[in-house]
């Protein structure tokens, strides 16, 4: 069982989170060409060590994570919110 | 070497089992071959050997990095069918499964195919219309085996389902393939590596490719952990880690994700279950057939995250015991023997690829995920096909890597361009 150290919930059990994908993807704009689109729907890199990627902690807070997470070993390296904001966000409003 | 024969075994039975030869040779590997094969899986070996029979070319090896069939080849849960409805892959399955059906006959080596039916579950009346269409498809494109049961039929043919009014998934009905199957997953790896070998093919194990030399749009050499191998044409065979030997070639990005499927295996058991049943609810999936020595032989969903480890985990065990015990709750005391997992290539679509590559001679099969074995023979068959002429086959042009560019999937379950939500 991998551990996540949910920044809002603290160290869980992978099984709460619901993987998201590879979170090096930038979509283009809307208006972008069509290979661009491709490009970021269809192509991936499928790094075989550490890669950032998106998890959701759909049995706790809900939040979209960012993680660094190797996807030989399943070592976690880093995790932070999605949405950078977030956290000053919640600390101003208590 | 020896062929088999009924006299043959009869007599080796009489003898102490002392007249039996190697069943390939261990080559060691030469400076030169016109096809090297990358990936000692199913896919690699079938390749070559239809190199050597349909087209003539004797002067190939096959290089792979462990033991042959210690990949996915021998990792899985040995499922055979051909009960596609997407155009492209319909042809495609139905082909591979008639190249099963005398497979052992071919390779003289027996297989074990067992064609004891393949049974998928349906349980509400959408996936009853839906079943009927495809199977409707299927059966006025060419295989007449697939049949719709109803609840009368499902119970006298496969009594041990869960058929209670309060069953967490109640059952309606069944979809049906006959000519489905199981078949002995190691056999069939032996079967053709002996058989290419007998045609001249190199199989040559322990030899792990590590780098790709490349003269303007060509692959000139392989370097491998036992040297390196000029190689006239090059075929990719390596089923999960095509991205990796992708990156050695120069070549950039694919539409492939590594993910891991896990395979599970009980005590050996009494004869309990005579078919292939499979069972798709919502999030749950799971599939369970009997093996020849008693063996409840089962699996479900992938890992969900993307994974290269070749090792199972804690979450998915979970899932399938509880999908197992919602089918078949007599499998409640059963013990688990054991349990593992192999690395395959999720396409973006589900489908695999089988075709030619930005570079000259290099060759691409991959892409497969829940259905890489059944399609070993037909995998191995067309690629052959394809790096003996040149061009793809009327039956894989679709499954090159610019589908996606020209607005098509070939998508059988409906997911999307997630490779996570396939299967
Ligand atoms: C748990 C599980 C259950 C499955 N169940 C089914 C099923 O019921 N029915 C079905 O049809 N399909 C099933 N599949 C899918 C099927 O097993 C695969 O799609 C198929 O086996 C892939 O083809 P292959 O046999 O050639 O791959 P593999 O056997 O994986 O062959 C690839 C080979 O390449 C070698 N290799 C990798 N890198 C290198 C290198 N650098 N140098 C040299 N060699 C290298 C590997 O060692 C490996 O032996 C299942 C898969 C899994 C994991
Ligand atoms: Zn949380």
């Given at each position: 069982m991998i551990r996540i150290h949910c920044p809002f919930c603290g160290p869980r059990d992978h099984s709460e989170f619901s993987y998201g994908g590879d979170g090096s993807i930038t979509y283009p704009?809307?208006?972008?060409?069509?290979?661009?689109?491709?490009d970021a729907v269809f192509l991936r890199e499928n790094i075989c060590g550490v890669q950032t990627e998106t998890w959701q902690h759909t049995q706790g807070c809900r939040m979209w994570l960012s993680i660094d997470r190797d996807t030989m070993t399943h070592e976690i390296h880093k995790v932070r919110p999605c949405h950078p904001g977030v956290k000053t966000l919640l600390r101003t409003e208590q | 070497?020896?062929?088999?024969?009924?006299?043959?075994?009869?007599?080796?039975?009489?003898?102490?089992?002392?007249?039996?030869?190697?069943?390939?040779?261990?080559?060691?590997?030469?400076?030169?071959?016109?096809?090297?094969?990358?990936?000692?899986?199913?896919?690699?070996?079938?390749?070559?050997?239809?190199?050597?029979?349909?087209?003539?070319?004797?002067?190939?090896?096959?290089?792979?990095?462990?033991?042959?069939?210690?990949?996915?080849?021998?990792?899985?849960?040995?499922?055979?069918?051909?009960?596609?409805?997407?155009?492209?892959?319909?042809?495609?399955?139905?082909?591979?499964?008639?190249?099963?059906?005398?497979?052992?006959?071919?390779?003289?080596?027996?297989?074990?195919?067992?064609?004891?039916?393949?049974?998928?579950?349906?349980?509400?009346?959408?996936?009853?219309?839906?079943?009927?269409?495809?199977?409707?498809?299927?059966?006025?494109?060419?295989?007449?085996?697939?049949?719709?049961?109803?609840?009368?039929?499902?119970?006298?043919?496969?009594?041990?389902?869960?058929?209670?009014?309060?069953?967490?998934?109640?059952?309606?009905?069944?979809?049906?393939?006959?000519?489905?199957?199981?078949?002995?997953?190691?056999?069939?790896?032996?079967?053709?590596?002996?058989?290419?070998?007998?045609?001249?093919?190199?199989?040559?194990?322990?030899?792990?490719?590590?780098?790709?030399?490349?003269?303007?749009?060509?692959?000139?050499?392989?370097?491998?952990?036992?040297?390196?191998?000029?190689?006239?044409?090059?075929?990719?065979?390596?089923?999960g880690n095509?991205s990796r030997?992708w990156g050695?070639?120069?070549?950039g990005r694919l539409p492939i994700e590594s993910h891991k499927?896990q395979?599970?295996?009980?005590?050996?058991?009494?004869?309990?279950?005579?078919?292939?049943?499979?069972?798709?609810?919502?999030?749950?999936?799971?599939?369970?057939?009997?093996?020849?020595?008693?063996?409840?032989?089962?699996?479900?969903d992938l890992d969900w995250y993307k994974s290269y480890a070749q090792r199972g985990n804690l979450p998915i065990?979970?899932?399938?015991?509880?999908?197992?015990?919602?089918?078949?709750?007599?499998?409640?005391?059963?013990?688990?023997?054991?349990?593992?997992a192999?690395v395959?290539?999720m396409?973006m679509?589900?489908?695999?690829?089988?075709?030619?590559?930005?570079?000259?001679?290099?060759?691409?099969?991959?892409?497969?995920?829940?259905?890489?074995?059944?399609?070993?023979?037909?995998?191995?068959?067309?690629?052959?096909?394809?790096?003996?002429?040149?061009?793809?086959?009327?039956?894989?042009?679709?499954?090159?890597?610019?589908?996606?560019?020209?607005?098509?999937?070939?998508?059988?379950?409906?997911?999307?361009p997630d490779p996570k939500l396939?299967?």
């Amino acid at each position: 069982m991998i551990r996540i150290h949910c920044p809002f919930c603290g160290p869980r059990d992978h099984s709460e989170f619901s993987y998201g994908g590879d979170g090096s993807i930038t979509y283009p704009a809307l208006d972008a060409p069509m290979e661009d689109w491709h490009d970021a729907v269809f192509l991936r890199e499928n790094i075989c060590g550490v890669q950032t990627e998106t998890w959701q902690h759909t049995q706790g807070c809900r939040m979209w994570l960012s993680i660094d997470r190797d996807t030989m070993t399943h070592e976690i390296h880093k995790v932070r919110p999605c949405h950078p904001g977030v956290k000053t966000l919640l600390r101003t409003e208590q | 070497m020896t062929r088999f024969s009924a006299w043959n075994v009869f007599w080796n039975g009489m003898t102490g089992q002392k007249g039996w030869d190697r069943q390939w040779r261990d080559a060691t590997p030469k400076a030169h071959y016109d096809v090297v094969v990358i990936g000692g899986g199913l896919h690699g070996l079938a390749t070559a050997y239809y190199l050597a029979k349909n087209h003539g070319i004797h002067n190939v090896a096959v290089l792979e990095k462990g033991w042959i069939g210690g990949g996915n080849a021998g990792r899985n849960t040995t499922i055979v069918r051909s009960n596609y409805a997407q155009p492209g892959n319909r042809e495609f399955y139905e082909h591979s499964l008639k190249l099963w059906e005398n497979l052992s006959h071919e390779l003289n080596y027996n297989v074990m195919f067992s064609q004891r039916s393949h049974i998928a579950l349906l349980h509400s009346p959408g996936a009853v219309d839906g079943a009927a269409r495809n199977y409707n498809t299927m059966r006025r494109t060419g295989a007449p085996d697939a049949e719709i049961w109803g609840l009368p039929q499902l119970k006298a043919t496969v009594p041990h389902l869960n058929y209670s009014a309060d069953a967490r998934f109640p059952i309606m009905g069944a979809a049906v393939q006959k000519r489905a199957g199981t078949a002995r997953h190691d056999a069939v790896v032996w079967g053709y590596a002996r058989a290419a070998d007998q045609r001249g093919v190199d199989v040559i194990q322990n030899c792990e490719v590590t780098g790709i030399t490349r003269e303007a749009g060509r692959i000139t050499t392989i370097q491998t952990s036992r040297g390196p191998i000029m190689a006239g044409k090059v075929a990719l065979s390596v089923a999960g880690n095509t991205s990796r030997l992708w990156g050695m070639a120069g070549l950039g990005r694919l539409p492939i994700e590594s993910h891991k499927l896990q395979a599970f295996v009980s005590e050996p058991l009494k004869p309990l279950l005579d078919q292939v049943v499979v069972f798709g609810m919502g999030g749950a999936h799971f599939y369970i057939s009997q093996s020849d020595k008693g063996g409840m032989v089962f699996g479900g969903d992938l890992d969900w995250y993307k994974s290269y480890a070749q090792r199972g985990n804690l979450p998915i065990v979970q899932d399938v015991a509880e999908a197992a015990m919602s089918v078949l709750p007599c499998l409640g005391r059963v013990k688990l023997l054991r349990h593992w997992a192999g690395v395959v290539d999720m396409s973006m679509d589900g489908s695999h690829f089988l075709c030619k590559t930005p570079l000259d001679n290099l060759y691409l099969n991959a892409g497969w995920n829940y259905g890489g074995f059944k399609a070993s023979p037909a995998a191995g068959w067309y690629l052959a096909d394809l790096v003996a002429n040149d061009r793809p086959d009327e039956k894989i042009r679709n499954f090159d890597l610019k589908r996606f560019e020209r607005g098509l999937q070939i998508d059988e379950r409906g997911a999307g361009p997630d490779p996570k939500l396939h299967g």
